[in-house]
Structures are given as C-alpha cells and as structure tokens.
C-alpha cells in the first residue's frame, strides 16, 4: 500500500479536514514530459491544516530564486532560463504560530514517488547552530521533474549527505552518508520536519528538465490534481492565484526584498473546528466502514 497523503471523503462533513491513506489514489498518464504534467504530485508535502499562508510562485517573498546559470562539468543545478525576472520561483510554506518553535512539529512529505538524489547541508544565516537538509528527489513517473525542499529536519531512514556539491564550487563538501536505510520513497512517505526553530516558513520548488542544459523551475500547483487542491480550495484558495505571471512580474518588479508585501502571498481561511454533530457523523460512517451491515434472506 502506498501512503498516499490525500484528503478523504469524511473531511467534506465538516470545513477542518480529515485526511486518509489510500492505495494507488494516481496511475501515471504518460503524458509528454514536455508539457505540464497535471497529475505529477500525488500527495501534499505537508498538513495543509497546519499552513496559515503560501507564497506565490514568482514572488518578491525571501529571495531571488530564479536563474543562476551555475553549471559544473556540464551540470546545470537550476534554471537556465535568463529572462526570467528576478523573483522568487518557489512556495514558502508559512504555518500557524502555534505550529513554530521547534524542529518535530511541522511533517514534510514526499510529494510523489521518486529517489533521493541529491542531499545537502543548510546552515541559517543568522544561527550557525541551525543546520537541516535540502533535499532533492526525482519522480519515478517522470524524471524530468525534481523537487526540492528546503529546511528538512530529516529522517534518519534517508541518506544525511548525498551527491552533495562538488567540492570545486562548495568548499563544505562533504562525502556522502555509507548507511541508511533508503534512498527510495514513495508519495505521501515521512521525510522528517520542517525546521521551524527560528523561522517563519519552509519551502520547495520543482525543477523541470527538457535537456542537460535547457532547465525551468515550475509551480508546484501546476502540477497538483484537484484532488489534492480541494485542500486549499475549500479554504478559499484559487488555482491562478497561487502564481505571478512571467508578464505581470516583468510589468511589476520585485522592489521590496527582504520586506513584507501581502500579494506575494495566498493567506489561507482557517480551518473552522468541527462540530459535535460532524465528529458524531464521522465516527458512525467509520464504524459502519468497519462492521457492515449484513443483509437478510
């Protein structure tokens, strides 16, 4: 059984969400990988309950993250598209308050099966004792596409270093990890916590490959069937307003890094507690589920 991280039938009785595991919830569609694969992310990468807002893709949010060009032995490890405008290609994850303050709290998941290949070593900028991971995976579907997340308090199971940077262009290379468990997941997986001991938010992107050296980075909920976005939706998110057209941020540049700009980001409504009567609804359906009744000759 595949553990599927997906919204299930009992969350529509009431507005906070209720999620289940379910087996094979995607069969790959072999579509061309170039184009935009619709149904590539087959899990959400966290509890969406816990995320009070979203950055959008394209944003001014944290820093530019859009085009380095840098390359080494004919490995570009990001976009290659240099008109591209400065802006932020990736979606920071913001939890509620009550969710930060430690590196345990907040699950990440693997967005859809794949392979590690590539784990490195974050270091915070204004702690040198805050160390995680950034980790990049491979789909299995499809292996152009690869996500990266960032500021991982990641498992043990997985490898702690691998194919880190090489030591030509990153002077704190470090050997790869001998033993671990996997280097395999499959969607909906545990990888670890985000770590939220000083931060606001995590993030992720997704890379997506037409050659060795023609490389774009993609929105994440361009990728997410509906299945998946009805998390968001029925928490009033809409699909376009989770992106910043290439268009709109060449008309309207990132001036303002490093402050807040409330249309960089898609604040979510919160998630209303359930009543007493939808819990006593979703017990009764479960215990049905669970004893079926018997017909009578």
Not at 190 to 206: H, K
Not at 209 to 220: D, I, P
Not at 221 to 240: K, Q
């Amino acid at each position: 059984m595949r553990s599927v991280f997906a919204d299930g039938f009992l969350g529509q009785l009431c507005a906070c969400s209720i999620f289940i595991v379910t087996a094979d919830l995607f069969v790959a569609t072999g579509l061309n990988a170039t184009t935009i694969h619709p149904t590539l992310i087959e899990s959400h990468i966290t509890n969406p309950d816990m995320i009070y807002e979203i950055s959008k893709f394209r944003s001014g949010a944290g820093h530019d993250f859009s085009y380095d060009g840098i390359s080494y032995a004919g490995e570009y490890f990001g976009a290659t598209d240099a008109t591209e405008p400065d802006s932020s290609m990736k979606h920071y994850y913001a939890p509620y308050a009550a969710y930060k303050g430690d590196r345990v709290t907040v699950p990440v998941y693997a967005p859809f099966d794949g392979t590690f290949t590539r784990v490195t070593e974050e270091v915070h900028p204004d702690d040198s004792s805050i160390v995680n991971k950034r980790l990049e995976i491979t789909s299995a579907d499809d292996s152009d596409y690869l996500a990266v997340l960032f500021h991982v308090n990641l498992d043990d199971a997985f490898p702690q270093i691998l194919n880190d940077w090489p030591a030509a262009l990153w002077p704190a290379h470090q050997p790869d990890d001998p033993s671990y468990t996997t280097d395999t997941v499959s969607a909906g997986d545990f990888l670890g916590y985000a770590d939220m001991r000083i931060s606001n938010d995590f993030d992720l992107a997704v890379l997506f490959s037409v050659s060795a050296s023609e490389k774009y980075w993609v929105s994440l909920f361009d990728l997410m069937p509906e299945t998946l976005f009805d998390s968001y939706e029925h928490r009033g998110a809409d699909r376009e307003d989770m992106s910043i057209s290439k268009a709109e941020r060449l008309a309207d540049p990132v001036t303002w890094w490093g402050s807040r700009n409330n249309d960089d980001w898609v604040t979510l409504n919160q998630v209303p507690e359930c009543s007493t009567f939808a819990l006593l609804a979703s017990a009764a359906l479960l215990l049905a589920a669970k004893n079926p009744m018997r017909r009578r000759c």
